[in-house]
């Protein structure tokens, strides 16, 4: 009996401990993460300068039958602030098979933004540019980037959004400043 007792007084003594006081009111939970800004801007300036026309190195100069000429596309970056750039993918069209001519006509295909917020170093200890890409000018980030430029030539390699900046970039890809 002395145990039933016993038990019963413990158990009392726990739901009085447990009661009703107010001061569980000021408590201040933790704050939320903030969530990733939909709407990039550049926070850093870039470690390289990505200015310039950019041809893949393994792109050739082709016959375009639909356009009766030779085409060959280039990547137009321009800096448009510190951190930010535009990248357009333009066809060039020649006269000549070398592609070496003058460009008859361009044809703007495809634009994105660059906008450089940080800086990283890949598994290999290389140091990066870290960028957010979108399709429009300010618009959603689509693409979580890393890039570097090394002895004239522009290595890059991205992740979609969701995912974390890349750690390592394919090497065997890369594009040559003209």
């Not at 689509?142 to 979609?160: I, M, P």
Request: net charge negative; hydrophobic share 40%.
């Amino acid at each position: 009996m002395k145990h039933s007792a016993l038990l019963a007084l413990v158990v009392a003594a726990a739901l009085v401990g447990c009661g009703g006081s107010d001061d569980d009111d000021n408590i201040t939970p933790a704050p939320a993460p903030a969530p990733a800004p939909s709407v990039p801007g550049a926070t850093v300036q870039a470690l390289y300068d990505y200015a310039g026309n950019w041809v893949e190195h393994d792109e050739r100069c082709e016959w375009n039958a639909s356009a009766a000429q030779y085409d060959k596309e280039v990547y137009v970056i321009t800096r448009t602030a510190d951190g930010v750039f535009q990248r357009q993918e333009t066809t060039n069209y020649y006269a000549d098979g070398q592609c070496a001519g003058a460009v008859t006509r361009s044809v703007v295909t495809s634009v994105e933004y660059w906008y450089v917020v940080g800086h990283g170093q890949l598994a290999d200890g290389t140091r990066v540019d870290q960028i957010h890409e979108t399709a429009q000018a300010g618009g959603a980030v689509r693409e979580l980037c890393v890039a570097f430029v090394q002895d004239g030539k522009l290595f890059k390699e991205c992740n979609d959004a969701g995912r974390a900046f890349p750690t390592a970039i394919d090497r065997t890809e890369w594009d040559v400043k003209q």
